[in-house]
């Protein structure tokens, strides 16, 4: 692929499509059992998220392992506490809104070539720190609908893939939050970001459930409105 494609401009779908890409991707969002499924994405985007701030931020990576049950867990070596733990701390709940953010500002741009190989690369980059066989297969399998579609598919096609991935990601990075602050209201998830992170600063762990809130609602909006021309 030519540079200039890459780094080029693509036309912007009308807007039928776009709702029509919304309304895909809150349909498997809400309804529980498509959400169990859809969910190994956000999880990918979440573990990446941890995995990412802590190599910024001079923790060194061990590794990241992504399970059936839709649950990750992303280890690092670094100093127990200070500011790299807490961003690393707190990247994750955050990570799907804001990529999705970012994806709905290189679409506004109208770089949905850019946007599918950026994707591309990240998952790549994330496949070398996996560490069991089905977080492998989960980010292979994700990589390469991104891949494929880059590569084999028409402008139209990329266009509808791109902006559905955009979407799912602005929508699910509601709804962990919310679940999470259901589980922590019965007494589950002790150790939750939330949680870790209210150790690591002596803030109540509400209060960066109220951030984790915000940042993805904030997100939903403002890349919403980019993504539909507002």
């Known amino acids: 692929m030519a540079s200039t494609d890459l780094f080029g401009t693509q036309p912007a779908p009308d807007l039928w499509l776009v709702v029509v890409t919304a ?3 809150l349909t498997v969002t809400v309804p529980h059992p498509l959400w169990r499924v859809s969910r190994n994405a956000v ?3 979440h573990e990446g998220g941890h995995g990412l701030i802590a190599l910024l931020t001079g923790r060194r990576l061990d ?7 839709t649950s990750g867990l992303t280890v690092s070596r670094g100093r127990p506490t200070g500011l790299g733990m807490v961003l690393t ?3 994750g709940y955050t990570a799907p809104s804001l990529l999705g953010l970012g994806g709905a500002w290189l679409l506004a741009a109208h770089r949905i070539t850019l946007l599918l190989w ?3 690369a990240l998952l790549l980059a994330m496949l070398v720190m996996i560490r069991n066989a089905y977080g492998a297969l989960t ?3 994700t990589g390469a609908a991104f891949l ?3 590569w084999l598919t028409e402008p139209d096609v990329q266009a509808a893939f791109a902006y559905s991935a955009v979407w799912f990601l602005l929508l699910g990075g509601v709804r962990p939050v919310f679940e999470l602050q259901a589980k922590r209201r019965h007494g589950g ?3 939750s970001d939330a949680d870790q992170l209210s150790r690591l600063t002596h803030v109540p762990a509400v209060l960066w459930l109220f951030l984790f809130h915000a940042v993805s609602l904030c997100s939903l909006i403002g890349g919403g409105r980019w993504l539909l021309g507002l």
Request: proline share 4%.
């Open 89 to 91: 701390a707190a990247a």
């Open 148 to 150: 494929l579609v880059s």
């Open 139 to 141: 980010v292979v399998v």
């Open 43 to 45: 999880t990918i985007a």
């Open 23 to 25: 309304v895909a991707a």
């Open 63 to 69: 590794g990241i392992r992504l399970h059936s049950d």
């Open 189 to 191: 998830a002790p150790d």
């Open 118 to 120: 950026v994707a591309t």
